[in-house]
């Protein structure tokens, strides 16, 4: 059996809240944290670590978006953002603050569990492409490393480009490091008498 999803409800009216809760209860397995005010949001998400924030706005600002943004952590879990109503470009601005849902016409409970759903899979998916790009960012990086110490192995060395790669394999082998390392140490070595 699975956990309970650890949830975060930003919620100023208590009425309201008690509603939601009560929503999300029959939604969900859940275990629920209710914050009364924004300034109570960083601490309840340092102290919890919730699989997902849900925030429930009448009237979003820009302003209220940013501090949300800063406050909830969008980058490390899922956030959704429910709003009674919308404003020109409110909804592109909380997508590309990291938001993994913007739904409006504000909360229903039967939309509740497919709204968590999507944003659960959706930050999710996003998560993963961020750490495909940075593994993509890293392996080119490592690459051109690679290729200049290859150049210089082949100007030094008067070696053609496989050999020099080669010399580079071997040596990464024999002192048990990565091969990045070795170019990496090379590059930096030639830098410094060049």
Known sequence: MSRPLSVIVVEQDRDRALLIVDALREAVDCDIHVVGAFDQLARAVRDRQPDIVLVDIADPTRDAIEDLTSLSGPQDRPVALFVDRDEDGLARQAIEAGMSA???????PERLK????????????????RTELDETRRALEERKVIDRAKGILMKAKGLDE??????????????????????????TAAGLLG
């Open 114 to 129: 497919p709204i968590l759903d999507a944003a659960i899979a959706r930050f999710q998916m996003i998560r993963r492409m």
């Open 102 to 108: 913007y739904v409006v016409d504000g909360l229903r």
């Open 162 to 187: 496989d050999a020099a790669y080669a010399l580079l394999r071997k040596t990464a082998m024999d002192r048990k490091q990565r091969l990045v390392e070795v170019a990496e140490a090379l590059v």
